[in-house]
């Protein structure tokens, strides 16, 4: 299974940024797919997740309200539209697929991380 985040970069607070995951190597739409992410000398959190079909959600608090998540399983991807972006939302984000969850404990594979800078 290879996982390919990308849409990172580097973006004013309160403007908005799209991640995309392309996911390869298994029955994409039998999985959860999750974001995740990791700030500097801080544990990889939780930041979203989509069931296999996409008809259930989960969001973190910190971002609820802001961030959506959606997949395309036609096309194997998956996509976080993060708008009202904070300088508190700097971190490295991982995509992963696995059971739909909170814990990243149910992610079996893992993207290799996109980074994203909220300046203030």
């Known amino acids: 299974v290879q996982l390919q985040a990308s849409g990172g970069g580097l973006v004013q607070a309160g403007g908005s940024l799209r991640l995309s995951c392309a996911a390869s190597?298994?029955?994409?739409?039998?999985?959860?797919m999750g974001w995740f992410r990791q700030a500097p000398g801080k544990e990889r959190e939780f930041v979203a997740a989509?069931?296999?079909?996409?008809?259930?959600?989960l969001f973190a608090d910190s971002v609820k309200g802001r961030f959506t998540i959606s997949r395309d399983n036609a096309e194997n991807m998956v996509y976080l539209q993060m708008n009202s972006l904070k300088p508190e939302d700097t971190a490295v984000y991982y995509c992963a697929q696995g059971e739909y969850s909170r814990s990243r404990y149910q992610y079996d594979y893992w993207g290799q991380g996109t980074l994203v800078t909220v300046s203030s």
């Open positions: 190597g298994r029955t994409f739409s039998s999985y959860g």
């Open positions: 989509i069931n296999w079909i996409g008809s259930s959600t």
